[in-house]
């Protein structure tokens, strides 16, 4: 779990921007890429797939201006949202959940239980630490704009829980189309789910993949790496990662060689600046020159803060 104190030294890394335009990945998938840059808070990807009774969104990002790019789809599209999938709860793909919801109120939510121990736990006292920053008066107005509208998803409670309980691995007609639902426990949170489109073959990742780096603030290292070896066993042809651009089985798989080998160099007391030019070496061509920067900062940080102990 992320020390309350380092959230907010994660969330300055990030910066606000309009999302990305939607493009379609495969027969009837499309993706509207989540914006992660920095100097603010990220939004995940999101894919929408079409079904017989309506779209299936998976996660719904964290800014207004990424679920109304979601509701926007569906307009377009002249579909009701009929399901959302949450990949996991991080605050970047479940805060459209709400706006969501009140848009398309035959939703159903499908997610694992792991937001309800969040609540109580990280997301808890997250929410202490951000009322603490905001009692503060040397606050400056975007950092308390930015906090406010993170509490302002907290608020929303139910609205972001699933209403399907996701327990196991195993296929399930949602919305009418026959998909696979993953189930990965203690990874990247105490319960993340992946989707396979066995007519497509498209394997949509949740934050179990992420670049420019991958996102340890609340995961067990080890445990992840099994679940990246259990996804490489998926039928997939394309991988659509939490953030990032979609990968090929190529691409997947260098992925993996980079991040065994980051946490072998994290375990073996590398400095963080050797294990982020061990990270861009490995992972080549996935991480353009522009996004190196980037690329250190965040590793910088979390190989100290989270990738040194492999608990
Ligand atoms: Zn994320």
Redesign the pocket.
């Known amino acids: 779990m992320m020390p309350r104190k380092t959230i907010l030294v994660v969330m300055a890394m990030f910066a606000a921007a309009a999302p990305g335009r939607a493009g379609e990945i495969a027969d009837g998938i499309h993706l509207l890429p989540?914006r992660?840059v920095q100097g603010s808070q990220?939004d995940?990807n999101t894919v929408v797939l079409e079904a017989p009774s309506g779209l299936i969104v998976v996660d719904t990002g964290r800014h207004p201006a990424h679920a109304q790019a979601i509701l926007d789809f569906a307009a377009r599209a002249r579909r009701p949202v009929a399901a959302i999938v949450n990949t996991?709860w991080?605050l970047?793909?479940l805060g459209g959940n709400p706006r969501v919801r009140r848009a398309h109120p035959g939703v159903r939510v499908w997610a694992s239980d792991a937001l309800a121990g969040a609540m109580t736990g990280f997301l808890a006292d997250y929410r202490a630490h951000l009322e603490g920053a905001l009692a503060r008066a040397d606050l400056d107005t975007l950092a308390a704009a930015t906090m406010r509208a993170e509490l302002a998803i907290l608020d929303q409670g139910d609205a972001l829980a699933p209403d399907e309980i996701v327990a196991a691995t195993g296929a399930r007609t949602i919305a009418g189309r026959e998909l696979v639902l993953g189930l990965e426990t203690r990874a990247v949170t105490d319960g993340d789910v992946w989707l396979f489109d066995p007519a497509t073959r498209v394997l949509v990742a949740?934050?179990l993949v992420?670049l420019p780096v991958p996102?340890p603030d609340t995961a067990c290292p080890r445990r992840w790496q099994a679940a990246l070896a259990r996804l490489a066993e998926v039928d997939f042809a394309l991988l659509v990662p939490?953030?990032g651009p979609v990968l090929t089985r190529e691409d997947f798989a260098r992925y993996r060689t980079a991040f065994g080998n980051l946490l072998d160099r994290a375990a073996a007391d590398s400095s963080s600046t050797a294990c982020a030019e061990g990270w861009l070496h490995d992972i080549g061509p996935l991480v353009p020159a522009d996004e190196h920067a980037f690329a250190r900062i965040l590793l910088d940080y979390y190989v100290d803060n989270h990738l040194r102990t492999g608990r």
Request: net charge negative; charged share 15%; proline share 7%.
């Open positions: 989540g992660f990220p995940g996991h991080h970047d793909h949740g934050d992420t996102l939490g953030h």
